[in-house]
């Protein structure tokens, strides 16, 4: 079986991409391609994919196009080669996990694909970095085809809102609104968000669930991610560099460490 058509044309260098924004319009045109042929077009792609013929690979094309076909003769190919041999393992596998299997083949070669065009036209680095970046803000083929994609972005909403729900409760005595850790005056970008700024007074009233003193501007504060209570840094043994580096803080309370000392 001969390659025709679009990849033919691609071949006899009338399509050449040479910048980042040339390779990444190449990789998101082979992308939609494929990823067609894995939703609106699968009765049609799973027929092609006959277990009693040979290799087949699946192609993308920059036109959005998607071809199911045999590898290409040459050795070493003009382009890297996407997974061989897809049409074998149609009928021993779940539709959807056979779907899901040739998905992630997929974004592997368009990975592949993309920065061995980069190579080949000389990117360096911040090019390559630049180019990975703009891949990167795409969701996978398999995403989309598993749906995961919509999940994720569902997930990041709530965790949005969790988190600014959670950032206007702890600001007492906070500095920033979105840590959990403090050490001077209030955030001014809480006005943004059309919260009032708590006023010197408020913050005064907070106190150190360790030791029971008020809060003070000059002094590192933190708050516990399980009771939302917050303690002088000294108090808790915890400095603001330490602090940097902790994705969930536990008061000695809540970790069941009772080592909280009074300052």
């Not at 919509?150 to 409760?169: A, Q």
Request: with cysteine; charged share 30%; glycine share 6%.
């Amino acid at each position: 079986m001969q390659r025709e058509g679009e990849e033919l044309v691609w071949l006899m260098d009338a399509y050449n991409p040479r910048t980042v924004e040339e390779v990444f319009r190449d990789f998101k045109g082979r992308r939609a391609g494929m990823i067609k042929a894995l939703t609106t077009d699968v009765g049609e792609f799973f027929q092609q994919c006959d277990p009693e013929k040979e290799n087949l690979c699946l192609y993308g094309f920059p036109s959005e196009q998607w071809e199911v076909n045999l590898p290409a003769e040459e050795v070493p190919p003009e382009l890297p080669e996407p997974a061989l041999g897809i049409n074998f393992a149609r009928d021993g596998m779940q539709e959807r996990d056979w779907l899901s299997l040739v998905a992630v083949h997929s974004d592997a070669w368009l990975l592949s694909v993309a920065f061995y065009l980069g190579a080949r036209f000389g990117f360096y680095k911040t090019d390559r970095e630049r180019l990975f970046n703009m891949i990167n803000d795409l969701p996978t083929i398999f995403e989309v085809v598993t749906g995961s994609a919509k999940k994720h972005t569902n997930e990041k909403l709530l965790v949005s809102n969790h988190s600014s729900k959670k950032s206007k409760s702890n600001s007492k005595p906070g500095s920033e609104a979105q840590t959990k850790y403090s050490k001077a005056v209030p955030s001014q970008d809480e006005v943004d968000d059309g919260i009032e700024e708590e006023d010197e007074d408020e913050h005064g009233e907070a106190l150190c669930g360790a030791c029971g003193e008020n809060y003070a501007d000059d002094e590192f504060w933190i708050c516990c991610d399980i009771c939302e209570k917050w303690f002088h840094g000294k108090c808790v043994k915890i400095t603001p560099a330490r602090a940097e580096h902790i994705k969930q803080y536990k008061c000695p309370s809540c970790s069941g460490n009772k080592s909280a000392r009074p300052s």
